[in-house]
């Protein structure tokens, strides 16, 4: 698991990713606008929608503000015109970046992003600079009390998964991007419940930051991510867990 991964994880059972539901909602609501606006308002047939609404449901938004934002995206209510802009760059140590936005005003949020990179000793880069050193992969993680590692690894392996391994309390698995419904709708159907699923960005190699350079890595991830118009932030970064750990208060 990459060291952007396990902040992750850190930050999700530490409840600190959800601790303003608020902002939470406005983030997915985008989400599933864009979504239905993009591949329509069918579910079934528009896999990132599908993915939006599970993750609206998992943050326990009521179903009418799904559907709500779902009839935005097809027209069938008046509404904000978002668009998806993404951004690379570097953070501190020279950290590869990836930052995904859905904005209705792009120099507004380009003018901010740009704020919050420069003061934590990052910068924004040109389109390109470091996209080439992630790959779009599919992950999977469930909880190894909650699941037989015999049974997690045969069933995603017969999927086609490209690797299962035991990380800390949970099993992780890779998927190909393409691949991924599939490895995920095998698990569910032998009632393997992920305890988080989702397309993500996998970085091809990591850069080691320790002391002053870990903190300032810390504190920008989390205005980038707590900024509105940010949807996902990828990176390179490898951090002692002690060091996530005591960052993630």
């Known amino acids: 698991m990459s060291g952007h991964s396990k902040w992750a994880t850190i930050r999700r059972k530490k409840g600190k990713a959800d601790a303003q539901r608020g902002r939470v909602f406005t983030k997915l609501i985008k989400e599933l606008t864009v979504a239905a606006r993009d591949g329509g308002g069918d579910p079934e047939g528009n896999p990132r929608l599908r993915s939006a609404i599970q993750t609206a449901k998992e943050n326990n938004m009521p179903q009418a503000n799904i559907d709500k934002a779902i009839k935005r995206g097809t ?26 936005t859905l904005t209705d005003n792009r120099n507004r949020t380009v003018a901010e992003i740009r704020h919050i990179m420069t003061r934590h000793g990052g910068n924004i880069g ?27 690894f045969n069933v995603a392996v017969e999927a086609e998964a490209m690797d299962v391994k035991l990380e800390g309390d949970s099993f992780e698995i890779l998927t190909e991007f393409e691949d991924f419904d599939k490895v995920k709708k095998a698990l569910e159907e032998k009632d393997i419940a992920p305890d988080q699923a989702e397309i993500t960005m996998i970085p091809q190699t990591n850069v080691k930051l320790e002391g002053k350079e870990a903190e300032q890595m810390l504190k920008l991830m989390d205005d980038l991510e707590g900024h509105d118009d940010v949807q996902k932030v990828y990176a390179n970064f490898d951090i002692a867990v002690e060091i996530m750990e005591k960052m993630t208060v």
């Open 75 to 100: 027209g069938e209510l008046p509404g904000v015109s978002y668009e998806s802009v993404s951004y690379e760059g570097y953070g501190p140590g020279g950290v590869a970046m990836l930052i995904e």
């Open 126 to 152: 040109e389109v390109g600079c470091v996209g080439w050193m992630f790959d779009k992969r599919g992950m999977i993680t469930v909880d190894k009390e909650k699941a037989d590692e015999e049974m997690v």
